[in-house]
């Protein structure tokens, strides 16, 4: 019989996830031109020297004591590198670079970290002294960086061109030719949400993840692509910004006071007689064909023009993963693992694909580009499933943001690592936040 493994064990390949999402981070910043870490891209966030020092604070902070039992060597650098932005209230934050520590400051406090952490990891015997399993927080580990490797690369995507190193193969080039869009019916049935406690013991889930449930969904139709930059281009010729009806108080409040008149991801070209897609390294003509990336309070706005709406997580669900014989799929395609015929994620990818570019990502209702190209905006409020219960090493995770003021997306974008394409996974903004590779669907009931 095989030896059983304690649950402090570290696998193999669970160190390389570590390994390549230690990569995926530094390959980002490396875009970055030296003397331009100090830049702010996104008004809302954070300088990007801050998330040089705050991926590898949070792995100590969270690894450290708990589980080997090492002392802080820069206290007051863990402090200052622990925690991001999320500014609800519309404050924007005003240090200046002159705040932040010099960069060899902050590259040597990671540097130390990473060294100190990656021969304790290596080295576990699954006798690590925490109350939590260490495979556990290294999945925490993992996939908090992974999530920032998409966070800063929309981040990054803001920040000038002549503040980058371009990469080669850096633009998908593809035709542009328009895609019809059509609405798929979904009959009445369950829609499972959530992860079971008492489930894989190898899974990893966040703890808004659980627990899990099912949901009755009432037959419902569904667009069977994304809305495109095409489609949402006609609603912006339509004047679809300037009527106030279509917009809800708050919404319309914020698109005026921010003087907010097209996505935030298009501009005019200098003679102002073509709209452009600003891509990660450079500007192109509108891709007619690809997703267009909104906030949730432009997307619902499209919608009420559309006289459509956008769907419920629940509904979202339904489309994707429910069969035609009353079953639920892991993923749209099926049961395989995600691959890169299936969809644009997992870091294939800087800029989105046309929405018809992976018939076999279909789900079996025939809905379409379901995974990567973009998050899906819903109309479902951020809020715990029944049976949640917060992370007690990092209660603030979800906690935090169940305040109504954060919305549920689901899929994912083409920089979304493919661990986090669980059906389970949810993700979450504020629904006047533009920077997001999130785009939308609409159904009617």
Request: with cysteine; aromatic share 14%; charged share 25%.
């Amino acid at each position: 019989m095989p030896a059983t493994l304690s649950p402090d064990a570290v696998r193999p390949e669970l160190l390389q996830r570590l390994r390549d999402a230690h990569r995926r981070t530094d390959e980002l910043f490396a875009i970055v031109k030296r003397d331009s870490l100090y830049e702010r891209p996104i008004p809302e966030r954070h300088r990007i020297v801050f998330y040089i020092g705050h991926l590898e604070a949070f792995d100590w902070n969270l690894l450290s004591e708990r589980s080997f039992g090492l002392r802080p060597f820069q206290p007051e650098l863990d402090r200052l590198f622990a925690f991001g932005i999320d500014p609800v209230g519309g404050g924007l934050p005003d240090d200046k670079p002159s705040d932040w520590p010099h960069l060899d400051k902050v590259y040597g406090y990671g540097s130390r970290i990473r060294q100190l952490l990656d021969d304790k990891i290596a080295n576990a015997n699954g006798e690590t002294q925490g109350e939590f399993p260490l495979p556990q927080l290294l999945n925490v580990a993992i996939e908090h960086r992974l999530m920032h490797a998409e966070t800063l690369a929309y981040m990054l995507h803001q920040l000038s061109f002549n503040h980058k190193i371009v990469p080669q193969a850096h633009f998908l080039d593809y035709s542009s030719e328009p895609v019809g869009q059509e609405m798929i019916g979904i009959p009445a049935g369950r829609a499972t949400l959530g992860l079971a406690r008492d489930g894989d013991e190898q899974a990893f889930g966040w703890d808004n993840e659980y627990e899990v449930c099912s949901v009755d969904v009432p037959p419902f139709a569904i667009d069977k692509f994304e809305v495109t930059n095409g489609q949402y281009l006609a609603f912006l010729r339509a004047g679809g910004y300037e009527i106030k009806s279509l917009w809800t108080d708050d919404d319309w409040q914020w698109k005026t006071a921010n003087e907010i008149s097209h996505p935030v991801f298009w501009k005019r070209n200098n003679n102002g007689d073509q709209w452009l897609y600003c891509g990660m390294f450079e500007e192109r003509p509108l891709p007619v064909n690809a997703p267009v990336y909104v906030s949730l309070a432009e997307a619902r706005t499209y919608a009420a023009w559309a006289g459509k709406e956008l769907p419920t997580e629940a509904e979202w669900h339904r489309a994707a993963y429910a069969d035609k014989n009353g079953g639920e799929r892991s993923y749209p395609w099926g049961d395989h693992v995600p691959g890169h015929e299936f969809g644009n994620f997992d870091f294939a990818h800087w800029n989105p694909t046309p929405v018809n570019a992976f018939p076999e990502g279909h789900s079996a209702f025939g809905v379409a580009d379901l995974m990567g190209n973009g998050w899906e905006w819903t109309s479902t409020k951020f809020a715990p499933l029944p049976g949640f219960k917060a992370f007690p090493f990092y209660p603030g995770y979800s906690a935090d943001f169940f305040d109504g003021k954060h919305f549920v997306m689901k899929g994912g974008s083409p920089r979304t690592a493919a661990c986090m394409l669980r059906r389970s996974f949810r993700n979450w903004f504020q629904p006047h936040y533009q920077y997001v590779y999130a785009g939308f669907r609409c159904v009617k009931r």
